[in-house]
């Protein structure tokens, strides 16, 4: 459990017996990435641009903090904090439109280059991803989905999208781009009839879409809330 009291640390907490197990400091570090495959970590992103990774002991208590390198430059480009989940893969969009890939299963994050999803003459014209739940990952055809509008400027960050794009994460192309639906919020199914849903943040409606192969609209309902900027699948 995340806290921030205004100091941050994670509670750890014993389902078995209903009881906290310790409460571990992350000063300056936000958010909880727990890899798949071990139950005995998790790591956090630093405003320094580094990654924490934090083991702990079969009983709860932690055992070891282990930073990692630099992998963005906060001052120059941050990221957003949501991540889409693969096994023990993190993927990130930054402001300035870049993925990144963070892989967190070992005691020490490691990290893919970043590569960019807009070319020159986009981020020219002000093209920049923008919202609160940017980003969609469709697993089994490792394709990604992100919010993005154009005329951006500083603070814009959290702009709802002009045009949703997807992109294609083994040949890191973008494959497809669709009316963006005001969405500030993504998430994608993940069966192999994929749909991904886009919460309209300024009319507070769920627009749908099949993501099948093109991108396109499929339905919208109206009226299903005031404030939410995050949706999960089940």
Not at 17 to 27: H, L
Not at 56 to 73: I, L, N, P, T, Y
Request: hydrophobic share 40%; glycine share 12%.
């Amino acid at each position: 459990m995340l806290n921030a009291t205004p100091a941050v640390s994670v509670t750890v907490i014993d389902l078995k017996a209903r009881k906290v197990a310790s409460q571990v400091d992350i000063p300056g570090c936000w958010i909880l990435l727990p890899p798949q495959s071990a139950s005995d970590r998790f790591s956090t992103i630093c405003g320094d641009g580094t990654m924490l990774t934090v083991t702990h002991d079969g009983e709860g208590r932690e055992v070891a903090q282990r930073k990692s390198a630099a992998f963005f430059d906060p001052d120059a480009d941050p990221i957003f904090i949501h991540g889409e989940q693969d096994g023990d893969t993190y993927r990130f969009v930054s402001y300035g439109g870049d993925l990144y890939t963070a892989h967190v299963g070992g005691e020490v994050a490691s990290f893919e280059p970043k590569w960019p999803l807009l070319t020159e003459r986009e981020r020219k014209a002000g093209w920049r991803p923008g919202g609160y739940q940017l980003l969609a990952q469709h697993k089994a055809s490792g394709r990604v989905f992100v919010g993005m509008h154009d005329g951006a400027k500083a603070g814009s960050h959290k702009s709802p999208a002009k045009e949703i794009w997807s992109f294609d994460l083994k040949t890191r192309k973008r494959i497809a781009r669709a009316p963006g639906s005001n969405a500030i919020a993504l998430a994608v199914s993940q069966g192999d009839r994929p749909r991904l849903f886009a919460y309209d943040g300024v009319k507070g409606g769920l627009a749908v879409y099949d993501a099948a192969a093109a991108l396109k609209p499929a339905g919208r309902m109206d009226g299903v809330g005031e404030t939410p900027s995050l949706m999960e699948l089940h």
